[in-house]
């Protein structure tokens, strides 16, 4: 019933920029947190960013000072902007949110993900 689309990922060179994009749809209550993850080949899926529904944000060291995230809870979307972009960048980027879910007195949190979105930096 959620959906997550991403889009923006490509080819870049070092030093270039790349704007990744998500847009989540269904029926979504409350957002507790959107960001973003990524995954190279061989190696295991690691945080990039993440907003919370007060704004605050939380950022890979290795990113720190070149990534910026942002959301917009009307448009139920969530922003990368990657600058200074390096080889180690390179790998697939997948979207997430986790969704707060109420039932009777009980309150869990689901998380969904996008099908993810390639980026390349190499010259």
């Known amino acids: 019933q959620v959906q997550l689309v991403e889009s923006g990922g490509g080819l870049v060179q070092p030093g270039g920029s790349l704007r990744l994009s998500c847009a989540a749809s269904g029926r979504i209550l409350i957002i507790d947190t959107m960001g973003w993850y990524r995954q190279a080949v061989g190696k295991q899926r690691e945080l990039v960013a993440t907003i919370t529904s007060d704004n605050g944000t939380v950022y890979a060291d290795s990113v720190k000072g070149r990534f910026t995230i942002a959301g917009d809870s009307a448009e139920n979307t969530v922003v990368l902007q990657m600058t200074s972009m390096k080889p180690e960048d390179t790998a697939v980027y997948y979207c997430?949110?986790?969704?707060?879910?109420?039932?009777?007195?009980?309150?869990?949190?689901?998380?969904?993900w996008g099908q993810g979105t390639q980026v390349t930096v190499s010259s």
């Open positions: 997430t949110i986790r969704v707060r879910v109420r039932r009777g007195f009980q309150i869990r949190y689901d998380d969904y």
